[in-house]
């Protein structure tokens, strides 16, 4: 079975429901910490157990990052929002029912842009976004056929981003997905680490024929923290839905889960609705009712949003769409770059091309992230000075930027210990030159009778013989005039 053969019949229906962690320090309506990593069953408290007597209390700071999520891509932020019980029973969920936000959510009608493969834009809905809590965890290794319940988890605060079934392949999921994840990293709500569960999806699949108007049956595929395998997972279900119906099946709307060992989908369980969540308003909680005034606040602390710092950077700095959309992928890594191009007073491309190339390179290389580069702007900016005032070449910028990423100094400080000023001096270029000229009389000829190719022989025999601190400009022209005759 070919995939291009049924995109040509069939069309494929995507919404993604993404559940970003808040980034507060403590629960959403309890004081217990929500930091991650701790001993299994040590910050849970009576209130994240629903014991008999406790009472929730809503967490502000998460109000407030929920408030600027929904600024942040021009949705309605609620006056009043009410929390509910939405009631099941899970191992990992110790109250018997989840507090979660249904009939009036505190953010609603939102919309973010994604870049399609062909360079046009798409616009996809955001239906909702409502507080929750999360629930425990249940854990399987280890046990020999039991299953331990790690309640850490238990309460802590998440946004669950509800789009609209606008996504028409597996790459566009991604792509949204992925807009959403810097957007929440960018206004500083979450951290985004997919690895410890701060940012996962679950991802609602359906197909139709193309050209109906009604959704096929879909199914949810459940709890999925991977770029990659959020589009593998939909392109797997998307094969197996239209092989079904091909074959005279019919989908069965339910939750699967995906297998990443085997690339593959498989049933978890039928597909509740919400009716058989039993939802009603909470009753120890008030509704929230947000003033104004809150809301505006939370607005004057936006920074500049990704779109916009990106359209920013190629009209302000140049950069092509792919630089400014690589130099935008993170907030710190954008105020890198700016802080860069500030202190160096302009060169914004030569700016760019040393923090997309040598330095992203180095901190792929070492694992870090941009917070925790050795190399700080003010010293990378200083190495590039060095290479405008011909101080340095581009080739020796790497020594001496390896030699800054090993701390031995900024940029002055290693040219002067390494002894790597470039050498401009004509007369002692020219020197040079003719001694390599007069080793190798075989190749002037050859080079002489059109063997043009031998430049760059000559060329490497200069550098060789001056450690590459011979300034490449002047060398050239150089040695073209005495090759020349």
């Known amino acids: 079975m070919q995939l291009e053969t049924e995109v040509m019949e069939w069309e494929t229906v995507i919404g993604l429901e993404i559940h970003a962690q808040l980034a507060t320090r403590s629960k959403i309506f309890s004081g217990a910490s929500t930091a991650f990593g701790a001993a299994p069953n040590t910050q849970a408290c009576a209130v994240d157990l629903g014991l008999p007597g406790v009472l929730p209390v809503l967490n502000k700071e998460a109000v407030r990052m929920a408030t600027k999520f929904g600024l942040a891509i021009n949705a309605t932020v609620a006056g009043r929002s009410v929390f509910a019980r939405k009631n099941y029973f899970y191992p990992d969920l110790p109250k018997g029912y989840q507090i979660s936000q249904y009939e009036l959510p505190i953010v609603a009608n939102g919309h973010i842009d994604i870049e399609l493969a062909d360079g046009t834009t798409k616009r996809i809905g955001i239906t909702r976004a409502h507080l929750e809590e999360d629930a425990g965890k249940s854990l399987h290794e280890d046990f020999h056929g039991m299953t331990g319940i790690d309640l850490n988890r238990a309460g802590t605060p998440l946004l669950e981003i509800v789009s609209e079934p606008d996504m028409r392949s597996a790459q566009e999921a991604v792509a949204y997905m992925k807009r959403i994840h810097e957007l929440v990293r960018y206004i500083e709500i979450c951290d985004g680490n997919m690895q410890e569960g701060s940012f996962r999806c679950d991802a609602n699949v359906s197909v139709r024929p193309k050209g109906q108007k009604e959704f096929g049956t879909r199914t949810e595929l459940k709890n999925i923290n991977s ?259």
């Open 227 to 485: 770029f990659r395998f959020v589009e593998k997972a939909i392109e797997y279900e998307v094969e197996r839905q239209i092989a079904l119906i091909e074959s005279g099946g019919k989908v069965v709307q339910e939750t699967r889960l995906y297998d990443p060992d085997r690339n593959e989908t498989r049933s978890m369980r039928a597909k509740e609705e919400a009716n058989d969540y039993r939802y009603f308003p909470d009753p120890d909680l008030l509704p929230v009712v947000l003033e104004p005034s809150f809301i505006e606040a939370v607005r004057a602390t936006l920074p500049e949003l990704p779109e916009a710092r990106r359209k920013r950077f190629v009209s302000e700095y140049g950069l092509s769409n792919y630089d400014a959309d690589f130099l935008t992928a993170s907030r710190p890594l954008a105020d890198y770059y700016e802080a860069v191009v500030k202190s160096v007073g302009g060169e914004a491309k030569l700016c760019a091309n040393w923090v997309m190339g040598e330095l992203s390179a180095n901190l792929n290389r070492d694992g870090k992230e941009i917070a925790d580069s050795p190399v700080s702007a003010e010293q990378l900016a200083g190495m590039i000075r060095r290479i405008l005032d011909s101080t340095i070449s581009g080739k020796i910028a790497k020594e001496v930027f390896e030699a800054m990423w090993h701390g031995e100094g900024d940029a002055d400080a290693v040219i002067d210990k390494k002894g790597l000023r470039q050498i401009t001096d004509s007369g002692a270029i020219e020197k040079i030159i003719d001694d390599i000229l007069a080793a190798n009389p075989d190749n002037v000829t050859a080079y002489r009778s059109g063997k043009d190719k031998l430049f760059g022989f000559f060329v490497g025999q200069v550098m060789k013989a001056t450690q590459g601190k011979a300034n490449p400009q002047q060398l050239n022209e150089l040695l073209k005039k005495k090759l020349s005759g």
